[in-house]
């Protein structure tokens, strides 16, 4: 697994400011048109006049198709020749485009994570594109992960060689190296093989964030403790799980196991019991064949999202927050890291990254989890000191959490500052 990456700057504290646009009202649209009911999403929808550019695919050779109506690329590399994969689909391809509005932090920002909710059918998929505002000038525009729900077409995966000095791109993250950013900008690039199929997109947020080692302070909420959510038990670690790939088997499989977790929860409170995935399923659902694991923060929402849930990637200050989706009924998967001693009774002596959900509070406050490092299934749900537990989790991830929800449940208000 991995954490997170920031620069140093004239700020002293932690901030972070999320950013969302379910109706994307203010988006440039090229090639894209966006349905409004029954609920906000966007397709592709063929147009005279486009305009094509190879930075929307990479570099890739690219011409307008007068019959389809869209862009009409070219992989950037040759079939096979990217990390020993497509970079694409190895071939030919038809897209078009969509730019958010330059988004505005009230802050300076270091970092940013961007995420989304999409169906990809077979022969589709998507990419997320960055630049940032950076003293009254802008970046060019960074490659975020190529996404597609299955390999059919082709293998999601994030794009690595991004650091020039001026931005860098650290798996799922971008970073602005020295000089904070002012500004920032997404772009989306919507894939086809077929101009009468189209990847479908409900939604696009970030968490834009300065990082910084310390964090504002928030009362926690007593009320909250000793509520606990019953979320059913996975471990990553069970012996048919090893040697299954997707990045070396069960053993690094926290992320996934987390997030199906919290999916197979809400099969239960929805009576949905498509929600229900296993293991194995959610760690192919999640890989990144470039990173070589599935420990790619967006993947495993996006993952989530394609079957229909909200699914997001934020940060948090405190577990304070933390309890205000607790109170809600939200389970959360948090990325922690800690070296040895950092964090006792981990069934692991120490990680560069490890993702866990948390489902509750004691009555004393600490932290109640389940942790796919437990042996078996039955021992997953570990108890953690909140002082521990918060230091581990604001030191090295900054507070990122998966938020994963069925769409048109209720969020939180209290305690949301920007975080959400």
Not at 239 to 250: A, C, K, S, T, V
Not at 253 to 264: D, F, G, K, N
């Amino acid at each position: 697994m991995k954490t997170a990456e920031g620069s140093a700057g004239v700020q002293t504290e932690q901030y972070d400011e999320f950013w969302t646009q379910d109706d994307f009202s203010g988006w440039s649209l090229n090639g894209v048109q966006v349905d409004i009911s029954p609920q906000a999403s966007a397709r592709l929808c063929p147009q005279p006049g486009m305009t094509c550019s190879a930075v929307d695919i990479d570099g890739g050779a690219l011409q307008y198709d007068t019959t389809a109506r869209l862009c009409q690329g070219r992989d950037p590399y040759k079939a096979g020749k990217y990390n020993n994969e497509n970079y694409y689909n190895g071939n030919t391809f038809f897209f078009g485009t969509m730019t958010s509005p330059v988004i505005t932090p009230q802050k300076p920002i270091t970092s940013v994570v961007a995420s989304w909710n999409a169906e990809t059918r077979p022969g589709t998929w998507l990419q997320l594109h960055i630049r940032a505002l950076k003293q009254d000038s802008w970046t060019r525009w960074y490659n975020l992960p190529v996404w597609a729900a299955d390999f059919s077409t082709v293998k999601r995966h994030s794009v690595d060689g991004q650091d020039d000095g001026n931005g860098k791109v650290a798996t799922d993250t971008f970073l602005t190296g020295s000089i904070p950013a002012s500004a920032y900008q997404l772009s989306v690039t919507l894939f086809t093989t077929d101009p009468a199929l189209s990847p479908i997109i409900r939604r696009i947020t970030a968490i834009a964030s300065f990082d910084a080692e310390k964090s504002p302070t928030i009362e926690p909420d007593r009320a909250v403790w000793g509520k606990e959510l019953n979320v059913p038990m996975r471990s990553q670690v069970l012996p048919e799980y090893r040697g299954l790939g997707f990045g070396g088997g069960g053993e690094v499989w926290c992320s996934p196991t987390s997030t199906s977790m919290v999916m197979a929860y809400w099969a239960d409170k929805t009576a949905r019991p498509e929600l229900v995935q296993s293991v194995p399923e959610a760690a192919k659902g999640c890989y990144d064949f470039t990173y070589d694991g599935t420990g790619n923060w967006p993947f495993n929402t996006a993952y989530a999202g394609a079957h229909g849930l909200r699914a997001f990637v934020t940060r948090l200050y405190s577990l304070s927050q933390v309890e205000q989706w607790i109170k809600a009924g939200v389970p959360l998967v948090a990325s922690v890291a800690y070296k040895h001693g950092e964090l006792p009774g981990t069934p692991i002596e120490s990680s560069d990254g490890h993702l866990l959900v948390i489902r509750g509070f004691t009555e004393s406050g600490d932290v109640i989890t389940n942790d796919p490092a437990g042996p078996t299934n039955d021992a997953v749900r570990i108890i953690y000191n909140r002082i521990a537990f918060e230091r581990v989790w604001q030191k090295y991830s900054h507070g990122i959490v998966y938020v994963i929800t069925p769409e048109g449940f209720p969020l939180p208000t209290e305690k949301r500052l920007t975080n959400w």
